[in-house]
């Protein structure tokens, strides 16, 4: 289902009521350079806002996307995620065991898990998720130890046959050794929040 190197942008989680259209128009405008650079997922990472906005841009992005090969996923509410026409849900490490989610909307749903350890990777994996974030890779302000890269790589290996997608720290410096791992691919928060740096990404994937 999933096909690498994946690059997977998130978005930054500053849309609030406040800032509602102009972060709208942002993140849409970023989504559609993933989809134009033939990018395969996308998290919407929106937790400052009410589902009824959530929502909203959900169903704007997933319109503006419509017809290409990205798949929108929302973290941590697979019902609006369902209810946007987007493809599936990111689930936070603390949020709905995967084995539930898959059980409530069935076999179509993407699920994505973020996962820091050996255990939580087992544990999406047995739980039926599609793939998994694991992080941090790299030092990242506010996300703990870096795990490094011969870590990821043995992570990988370990969980042959389950995509592993590398988060935290991730530059166009090192996402080639990040790859070089057979990791499925690279997600980003900071490094792919803009058209230009998405495209850059995807065309150093290929």
């Known amino acids: 289902m999933l096909s690498g190197p994946i690059i997977y942008p998130i978005t930054e989680g500053l849309a609030e009521?406040?800032?509602?259209?102009?972060?709208?128009?942002?993140?849409?405008?970023?989504?559609v350079a993933a989809a134009e650079s033939g990018v395969?997922?996308?998290?919407i990472r929106e937790k400052r806002l009410s589902a009824r906005s959530l929502f909203e841009l959900t169903s704007s992005v997933v319109s503006a996307t419509k017809g290409s090969g990205l798949r929108i996923l929302v973290n941590g509410r697979p019902?609006?995620?369902?209810?946007?026409?987007?493809?599936?849900?990111?689930?936070?490490?603390?949020?709905?065991?995967?084995?539930?989610?898959?059980?409530?909307?069935?076999?179509?749903i993407l699920i994505g898990v973020s996962c820091h350890d050996d255990d939580e990777l087992l544990a999406a994996q047995n739980g039926g998720a599609n793939f998994a974030t694991y992080s941090p890779v790299f030092a990242s302000p506010?996300?703990?130890?870096p795990t490094g890269i011969e870590k990821l790589r043995a992570v990988v290996e370990k969980f042959?046959?389950?995509?592993?997608?590398?988060?935290?720290?991730?530059?166009?410096d090192n996402i080639a050794a990040v790859l070089a791992?057979?990791?499925?691919?690279?997600?980003?928060?900071?490094?792919?929040?803009?058209?230009?740096?998405?495209r850059e990404f995807a065309a150093r994937a290929k």
Do not use: W, Y
């Not at 603390?94 to 179509?108: I, K």
């Not at 506010?142 to 130890?145: D, I, L, M, R, S």
């Open 142 to 145: 506010g996300k703990g130890e």
């Open 79 to 108: 019902d609006i995620a369902i209810g946007a026409g987007a493809a599936g849900v990111h689930l936070p490490a603390n949020g709905l065991p995967a084995d539930v989610v898959r059980t409530a909307f069935g076999p179509e």
């Open 160 to 172: 042959e046959g389950f995509p592993v997608i590398a988060l935290g720290g991730i530059s166009l």
């Open 40 to 43: 395969g997922l996308f998290q």
């Open 17 to 31: 009521a406040s800032n509602f259209d102009e972060q709208l128009a942002r993140i849409r405008a970023n989504a």
């Open 181 to 198: 791992t057979g990791a499925a691919g690279v997600a980003a928060i900071r490094s792919l929040n803009t058209p230009e740096r998405i």
